[in-house]
């Protein structure tokens, strides 16, 4: 049974579909129809509505993408759809400043717009502290331009009383009587097919590792931002999904001695403040992972496990010698994040295995970091190419050397022939050319409908210099001529 808040009353849904989504729910059981399906990719942010959580006795509200969240992974948290924000004869705020901005013409993706924008207006979650056009990047509009949305945005003031309607003593109490703790399993009789399906949500890693050894082949659902587009595209039957937000020990950060610990079902949006606070380029990598929507949703283990050649933060990872925590019924085990990609969707994980966490050791002193993204779109796109660099710098000579990439190889990659010519020499413009060239022997890429293989090839080499060229001012980026490098 999948147990949720909606609208002040607890919702039971019972022989669900491991894999429908909320949006195909609220249209098609709920008549909830303002919530909208654009692209079936959470892309296009149409679909957006609001999950609520009981986080340390209060309720954080982030906007999701409904066209990839599956139902199982509502259980234990209050959804808000455009429907629930109003009240009899009133517009909510932002709805209010949408309408007097001129901030929808034919309406389509306005729903959408408008609960994220409620999200930011709660202020209950300090990811969203950010500016509006990065809240409202995961929001796509075809008819009216963003001017009107932007200023409409910008004129929606605070009112406490309306704020406090969400997130009060009673959805507090609601989220209680859930007992989240509990596991959750469920089979479902597709009637279009003869073997049974079913979901579980373990709370414990004990329950997940017992899961695995009956269900070995199931597939784990993080934040279903991958697993999303298998079945909403790619049209594929899952029989056994193992719903994660439940196991509350890979959701958590810790940052020791040892260095920054991430759980496997840390958010994007958890992650991000911690690593930029290791470094200013990864918490601008991350911020630039999908949309709001997306990067609430998507973990960093789970863009490890997916194992995709263009996932942004492997290479990175890579280069800080990141080490990534493997466990099973058998126990745990740690290998260099570099060792887990063997091959196009082949990774190092044994039978009944999951990523359980990463750790990042701390930074040298005097490590030069830097981190590019290359895609077509500055916001909310895949990469084409990603690269992260790692120098150590003594007297002018390079003493060591790590340079990674995603987009160039069928894994994500170290450039040892690169990291070779530039261990040992000096830092110059002429050692970097060595370098740069010697990446040829590193990477065929190849030709795609991102880039092709000469475009990748060059700006990698190209990222290469850059990184070099910003060395002038550690941990920010070099202006040179007024021209952003």
């Not at 059981?29 to 692209?39: A, N």
């Amino acid at each position: 049974m999948i147990r949720f808040v909606l609208d002040g009353e607890i919702q039971e849904l019972v022989d669900v579909d491991p894999t429908r989504t909320v949006l195909e729910w609220l249209r098609e059981d709920e008549h909830r129809v303002g919530t909208k399906e654009g692209c079936a990719e959470g892309d296009c942010g149409a679909c957006t509505a609001v999950i609520g959580e009981l986080i340390e006795d209060r309720v954080r509200y982030r906007a999701i993408n409904t066209c990839i969240y599956f139902l199982p992974m509502l259980h234990g948290k209050e959804l808000v759809t455009v429907e629930s924000i109003g009240v009899p004869d009133q517009l909510h705020p932002v709805q209010q400043a949408m309408a007097d901005g001129d901030g929808t013409q034919c309406g389509f993706c306005t729903p959408g717009f408008v609960m994220s924008l409620f999200a930011k207006y709660q202020g209950s979650d300090p990811a969203l502290s950010e500016d509006v056009d990065n809240v409202l990047a995961g929001n796509l509009c075809r008819c009216t331009g963003y001017r009107p949305i932007q200023e409409a945005a910008a004129s929606v003031e605070p009112d406490a009383g309306l704020q406090a309607r969400f997130g009060g003593p009673k959805t507090r109490d609601l989220l209680k009587s859930l007992h989240i703790s509990e596991a959750q399993s469920a089979e479902y009789q597709d009637p279009h097919f003869e073997t049974a399906r079913r979901w579980h949500r373990p709370t414990s890693e004990e329950e997940l590792t017992d899961l695995l050894k009956r269900y070995p082949s199931a597939t784990l659902v993080a934040g279903a931002t991958d697993v999303g587009l298998w079945v909403t595209k790619q049209h594929r039957l899952i029989e056994t999904a193992i719903v994660l937000n439940g196991v509350t020990s890979l959701n958590r950060i810790e940052e020791t001695e040892q260095g920054l610990r991430i759980g496997a079902m840390v958010t994007y949006s958890d992650a991000i403040a911690h690593l930029a606070r290791l470094h200013p380029d990864f918490g601008e990598l991350v911020r630039r992972i999908g949309s709001t929507q997306v990067r609430n949703s998507g973990t960093i283990g789970g863009n490890i496990a997916n194992g995709s050649p263009i996932g942004d933060t492997p290479p990175p990872l890579i280069v800080l010698n990141a080490q990534l925590e493997l466990a099973s019924s058998e126990g745990a085990r740690t290998i260099p994040l570099e060792d887990f990609f063997i091959d196009y969707g082949k990774q190092d994980l044994r039978t009944g295995e999951y990523v359980r966490s990463v750790l990042i050791p701390p930074l040298a002193d005097g490590l030069v970091f830097r981190t590019y993204k290359i895609s077509k779109r500055f916001n909310q796109d895949i990469s084409a190419l990603c690269g992260a660099f790692a120098f150590e710098i003594e007297d002018g000579v390079v003493t060591s050397a790590r340079v990674a990439f995603g987009g160039m190889a069928a894994t994500p990659k170290r450039a040892a022939a690169c990291e070779a010519a530039l261990t040992g020499q000096p830092w110059t413009e002429a050692t970097i050319d060595e370098a740069a060239n010697a990446m040829a022997r590193d990477y065929a890429p190849i030709t795609d409908m991102r880039a092709s293989a000469p475009y990748r090839m060059k700006t990698a080499q190209n990222l290469l210099r850059k990184a070099f060229l910003e060395t002038g001012a550690p941990n920010r980026t070099r202006i040179l001529e007024g021209v952003r490098l």
